[in-house]
């Protein structure tokens, strides 16, 4: 007997849901072959507003939960990535790249989470400080998280990429809104149905899809985003550059048009943390 | 919520409803879901959004309220952001102890002093009570009384002294402006909050307002609840002649609620309702969004909560 055929529809997830775009507007997507896959979300700028509205409400209890148990929870995102592997790589294969390099690629991005879970209770060790001062004071220094953080991947590297971007984020207690690979958005998809169910707070990652240049202005421009964690080509580069300016944001940017190593060491670490952190000091008098 | 119907109701509440006749509830929340649908472009966008800063009724009730927060308040009022041409709003809600701090912030401006009286929010107070707290909020300078309505006796089918009521609080106010409010949520069904909006209708004065809410128990104001007081309000208009205003209060936080509150009215009772002395919003929380999405409109790019006033959190 043949089965009906149950084709899924991809969609968005924003705010701990699975969501249309609000224009309900979706645009095809094809495998390699040039066979339709299926209706990928096209969201506008009215989405991302909307995900940073539910980014900046889980902000606060993401950003106060033990670093011990942002670790725990980054771990079960990589567990909940390792069960569905198989998935991930067929998802990265569907662009045309070959299933070994698929493969490779999810292995890394599952081992660049468990490499950001192991820092969240490190990182602090090693860019807060105890400051030598003239004066009786004890003088700190401490991390904080700035806030909600816009993430825009590049086109290859469909899920190493946007992992590389959002990990280092939420390791310090940020939030972002990321906007996916325009070509390639499949795995972001995916990736959002295993951040549901890895007790990763909903609205603390959220995940759109859609056309870079609809939304890239208001990326830019957006006041409630602290800091932009982008790889772009040069005029996209410029018009994020002239938004922050104006909202005074933070950017940090990737040039998309140099082919970019995700692989590498250098694409992961506490540098990256302390690229979207504060630093808050604390003069504190003690006796003489 | 709970239902009675018109059929099964006190013989009082069957009388008055063989009168003014009944709600159709599946019809109101059909009519109000379309309110939300529909699409505002720029120009008008800023139309309402203006027009919705000049009703706010800008209101704090609280139990830990000081003169020092009430001043800051009027300040808010007379100047809701210090940046573009954005109107003051409508009037200042406080408790009638707080009358008096406000009043002398907003002497000589168009921002009026609206107090809370008649033991607000429960009502359940003597009527002697009731009206000396109307008599020493008129006195200290409240241009609007917001009161509550006696549910207890509503519900039990007395209404001649639910209205009696009304009318001693109308006769206390003097000159000042009466707000009845009807207390919807303990009113249960839309045929009773047609019923009270007729009751109350009757014995307050022209431009008197009809109030949802005290914005003190769970549920508050809807779009739904709203309707069957506008279309209430029209009734009795088209009976009478009589305009009587309206003033929806608790659960609207966002200007996307307030356009589609607005949508109602326009829609309902026409351009005559599209102003500060026929329509108000008693809200607190609802200023700080209008003015954020005017700034938004005014300079393009979506603004962060920080940059008004009264927001709480940095994050």
């Known amino acids: 007997m043949t089965r009906l055929l149950i084709t899924k529809t991809p969609k968005c997830y924003v705010g701990g849901a699975f969501i249309r775009s609000e224009s309900g507007r979706v645009a095809p997507l094809h495998d390699a ?74 292995a890394a991005s599952i081992e660049r989470v468990v490499h950001y879970a192991g820092w969240t209770d490190k990182y602090e060790q090693i860019l807060g400080s105890v400051n030598p001062v003239a004066s009786t004071h004890f003088n700190f220094t401490v991390t904080e998280p700035m806030g909600i953080i816009g993430v825009i991947a590049p086109d290859d590297s469909p899920l190493l990429a946007l992992v590389s971007l959002i990990l280092p984020a939420i390791t310090s207690g940020n939030c972002v809104v990321a ?51 982008v790889a772009v080509n040069a005029a996209d580069r410029k018009t994020l550059k002239l938004g922050a300016a104006e909202s005074v944001k933070r950017v940090n940017l990737l040039k998309a048009e140099e082919p970019i190593d995700w692989f590498s060491d250098k694409r992961q670490g506490v540098e990256e943390i302390r690229a979207l952190i504060e630093f808050k000091t604390t003069w504190h008098p003690v006796g003489a | 919520m709970t239902t009675m119907p018109a059929a099964t109701a006190p013989t009082s509440l069957r009388r008055l409803f063989d009168e003014i006749g009944t709600v159709d509830q599946v019809g109101i929340e059909e009519r109000v879901a379309k309110f939300t649908t529909r699409s505002l472009k720029k120009k008008s966008k800023v139309f309402g959004l203006r027009l919705a800063v000049s009703m706010v009724d800008l209101t704090t009730l609280e139990g830990k309220d000081t003169p020092g ?86 519900l039990s089918g007395e209404f001649g002294r639910m209205q009696d009521e009304i ?21 249960e069904t839309y045929d009773n909050i047609r019923a009270a909006s007729f009751l109350a209708m009757r014995v307050i004065r022209p431009g008197d307002f009809i109030k949802t809410s005290t914005g003190k128990t769970s549920s508050n104001a809807t779009l739904g ?17 009589i305009p009587i ?49 005017l700034e938004k409109e005014r300079t393009g790019a979506y603004q962060a909560p920080w940059n008004f006033s009264d927001a709480t959190e940095g994050y």
Not at chain 1, 56 to 84: C, D
Not at chain 1, 179 to 184: D, G, I, K, N, V
Not at chain 2, 255 to 281: C, M, P, S
Request: aromatic residues 6%; hydrophobic residues 45%; positive net charge.
């Open chain 1, 33 to 106: 072959s040039g066979a339709f896959f299926a209706n990928i979300p096209q969201c506008t700028r009215k989405d991302l507003r909307n995900a940073v509205e539910a980014a900046a409400k889980a902000g606060p209890g993401w950003a106060k939960r033990s670093a011990f148990n942002r670790g725990q929870i980054l771990y079960r995102l990589a567990e909940m990535m390792e069960a569905r592997s198989g998935e991930l790589t067929e998802a990265v294969a569907l662009g045309g790249t070959s299933k070994a390099e698929a493969s490779r690629e999810v």
């Open chain 1, 179 to 229: 906007l996916a690979s325009s070509t390639q958005p499949y795995p972001s998809i995916l990736l959002g149905e295993m951040l549901a169910t890895s007790d990763l707070p909903g609205g603390v990652v959220n995940l759109l899809t859609g056309l870079r240049s609809e939304m890239l202005p208001t990326f830019a421009t957006h006041e409630h985003l602290r800091a932009l964690s």
């Open chain 2, 69 to 154: 927060k009430v001043a800051s308040l009027c300040q808010k009022a007379l100047r809701p952001h210090d940046i573009g041409d954005i109107p003051p709003t409508a009037a200042v809600c406080v408790y009638p102890a707080m009358v008096k701090h406000a009043k002398k912030h907003v002497v000589g401006t168009q921002v009026k002093i609206a107090s809370v009286a008649t033991a607000f929010p429960s009502g359940q107070a003597p009527l002697k009570t009731r009206l000396a707290e109307v008599h020493a909020a008129v006195n200290d300078g409240a241009d609007e009384i917001d009161m509550v309505i006696n549910r207890g006796a509503f």
């Open chain 2, 167 to 187: 009318a001693a609080v109308v006769e206390a106010c003097g000159q000042s402006t009466l707000k009845v409010i009807l207390e919807v949520s303990e009113l």
């Open chain 2, 225 to 241: 609840n709203n309707q069957v007081m506008l279309e209430a309000i029209r009734d009795h208009f088209l009976a009478t002649g």
């Open chain 2, 245 to 293: 205003a309206m003033k929806p209060a608790g659960g609207i936080r966002t200007a996307k609620q307030a356009l589609h509150f607005l949508i109602a009215v326009k829609e309902t009772l026409g351009d005559d309702w599209l102003n500060n002395r026929r329509y108000r919003f008693g809200a607190s929380a609802l200023l700080n969004d209008l003015v954020r999405q």
